[in-house]
């Protein structure tokens, strides 16, 4: 099995552009999460789908950022504008519903300039 | 303050030193988690743990479901085991993880 895959792993971009990461979550795997981890903050929860539906977005931090999940096997986190605080290393996780062991993908790390 | 508070946030060894590293919390959980991540940044799961103790080679965890407190150790300690290590919880009212913010390892040869 390939893990979760996420796309890019690095991207470097300048405030005010759309940002747009990707992930895959392990086949068979019906939740995926978001996370964002950063020095000050350390790792923190964003959104995560259960069957592709979105169930808690609780720590989605404004309006400039959302999620989609279309199918069971893709998952995309935008931001749109982008600025310099959005600058993180953006995970993306998958696990069976009730299992609760969720496996992390590489990770995007996002620099905002 | 924290739900999840681990301690120390930082601590270094020498190689071959038994290590513990400890996770308190202050809500109800279904489960909590060890994970470990390397500083390339991946982050792994090591434990998933709702009772009693589990092993896997040189780690250890244990929970105390009364006291809220779980520990983590590392026996036989080696310099690849540097690596931030965190504690989660799954809170019974829901299944998303809330994250304490760490202990940086460092194993000196």
Known sequence: ?113 | KNEVEQSPQNLTAQEGEFITINCSYSVGISALHWLQQHPGGGIVSLFMLSSGKKKHGRLIATINIQEKHSSLHITASHPRDSAVYICAVHKTSGSRLTFGEGTQLTVNP
């Not at chain 1, 020095?39 to 808690?56: A, K, Q, S, T």
């Not at chain 1, 404004?62 to 605080?85: G, H, V």
């Open chain 1, 1 to 113: 099995d390939a893990g979760v895959i996420q796309s890019p792993r690095h991207e470097v971009t300048e405030m005010g552009q759309e940002v747009t990461l990707r992930c895959k979550p392990i086949s068979g795997h019906n939740s995926l999460f978001w996370y964002r981890q950063t020095m000050m903050r350390g790792l923190e929860l964003l959104i995560y789908f259960n069957n592709n539906v979105p169930i808690d977005d609780s720590g989605m931090p404004e309006d400039r950022f959302s999620a989609k999940m279309p199918n069971a096997s893709f998952s995309t986190l935008k931001i749109q504008p982008s600025e310099p605080r959005d600058s993180a290393v953006y995970f993306c996780a998958s696990s069976l519903v009730g299992q609760g062991v969720e496996f992390f993908g590489p990770g995007t790390r996002l620099t905002v300039l």
